[in-house]
């Protein structure tokens, strides 16, 4: 489309645009940030243009706080910084909030469970049993998998 309006393979705006487009359809598969090789080689075959050139654009997007870049695992990872800046708060809350101290814990726990099950009138696996102990003793868990159907 951009070569239909006149504007060149090598234009940097062009460049600039296929960066964060690349990076707003990796948030759209559920990822904030992507590998900086991994992106270079994308935009790369997407305009079919030269990595140097994609590099060079990724200074400019840094420079200008439009991007953000990382260094994690041994691998440099970018974020548009919009995605880096909600991440990092959640982070900073989370440890926070772990940080906190549990008021919610419920003492003899087992026992407390059981007289749920008994009244309730169900029986939780160990699986369940295990989340829901995981959820009194910590002030952040994650709790993955759905509703299992025997």
């Known amino acids: 489309m951009a070569m239909d309006l006149g504007i060149s393979k090598e234009n940097p705006k062009r460049i600039e645009s296929a960066i964060k ?27 079919e243009i030269d990595a140097r050139q994609i590099e060079e654009e990724i200074i400019d997007l840094k420079a200008t706080e439009n991007i953000f870049l990382e260094e994690r695992e041994e691998k440099e990872w970018i974020y548009l910084n919009n995605f880096y800046i909600a991440e990092k708060n959640i982070a900073d809350k989370l440890i926070a909030l772990n940080e906190t101290k549990n008021i919610k814990k419920i003492k003899n726990f087992k026992l407390e469970l059981e007289k749920v099950e008994k009244k309730q009138d169900i029986i939780l696996s160990e699986e369940q049993r295990g989340a829901i102990k995981a959820v009194n003793d910590n002030n952040v868990c994650i709790i993955t998998g759905g509703p299992r159907y025997w």
């Open 21 to 47: 487009y690349s990076l707003i359809i990796a948030s759209n598969n559920g990822n904030s940030c992507v590998i900086y090789e991994n992106l270079v080689k994308f935009v790369s075959d997407l305009l």
